[in-house]
């Protein structure tokens, strides 16, 4: 979206970027979910469809003209028995901002440019907008753009506000949660409602085993819009006619290569080699790492004497050995590979979503 919007905005045309800051009920798009209005009223993305999209796009057209912004609310409780899937029961809250370029120094246009950067380079970044405060001391639509701790662009000028900002954008990235939060100003006490909006790198998953799950598998995080790298020592398993969409596969010593793949908080490993002799020695290289996610394929009693050989013999810490998952899946009793993959793929969205279904690694051991 952000690449579309600067070249909108090179052009000359004032845009209105309509962000989604806080839900009540049941909604047809989440928190940070966003939708660009031009001038004329095309839009670029969705904030819900029907009859409360269509007045976000009036409030928007509206901002472009006045270049100012204003946070709309949009009920979805009227005519239930409307066919719209829009007609949810809940109510959105969404910040409709207008975005222009008037010169290169231009605050919107230059956050633009730097988010469609980020965009295409894969990377991370939080966007704080004011929405409002106690007052009005601090202007809505003032933002800034933090990434690593630092202030890359701003047009926010409250020094303790930007100290603020950087600290719960910390806690923002970690948790990648884009979230509506009222900050207090020390100096007053007076609270602004600040809006972070958490663009995340892009998510990997390390597939290590090439074997029969893992072709499945591979196919399922591609839909679901992962980085992909496969990785064996078999080159008769691990090559491009098996999989020929992943984004990467390796061939080598399956321990040795993982350990020296770079591994963020968005990356998430996956153990299915073919026995536990190659698991094993794969999950020491990972298991201090900063993964998302680490699951590991196996019977319930071989985890447990694994685990039991890691906290005996290697000292490995009991915490870090409850952070892997391990029989690795949900439970929905899967038999077949592509039923196993989809198990997997499935807790992988639960880790990043925070659901409560239930996992195998959870369940009592017999």
Known sequence: ??????????????????????????????????????????????????????????????????????????????????????????????????????????????????LARVSETGESAVVATVLGSAGGAIAPGQKCVIRDGSVLISSIRNEALLQAIIRESDERMVNEQSRQVALSLPDTGDKVEVFFDVITAVRKVIIVGAGHLAVPLAQFAKILGFHITVLDDRVIYANRDRFPDVDEVIVGDMAETLGNLEITPQTYIVLITRGHQFDEPCLRRVINSPAKYIGMIGSRRRIKACFIRFRDEDGIPEELLKRVYAPIGLDIKAESPEEIALSIVAEMVKVRRGGSAQSLAGLQLA
Do not use: H
């Not at 047809?28 to 976000?56: H, W």
């Open 1 to 114: 979206m952000y690449p579309q919007v600067s070249r909108i905005m090179e052009e000359g045309e004032t845009i209105a970027v309509a962000t989604i800051v806080s839900t009540l009920g049941s909604t047809p798009r989440e928190v940070g979910a966003k939708m660009v209005v031009t001038r004329s009223g095309e839009i670029i993305g969705t904030v819900g469809g029907g009859c409360g999209e269509a007045e976000v796009v009036r409030s928007a057209v509206q901002a472009i003209r006045e270049r100012k912004p204003a946070l709309v609310r949009v009920e979805l409780m009227d005519d239930i028995e409307s066919d719209s899937p829009a007609v949810c029961g809940g109510i959105l809250n969404v910040f409709v901002d207008p975005w222009w370029k008037d010169d290169d120094a231009s605050i919107p246009a230059r956050i633009a440019d730097e």
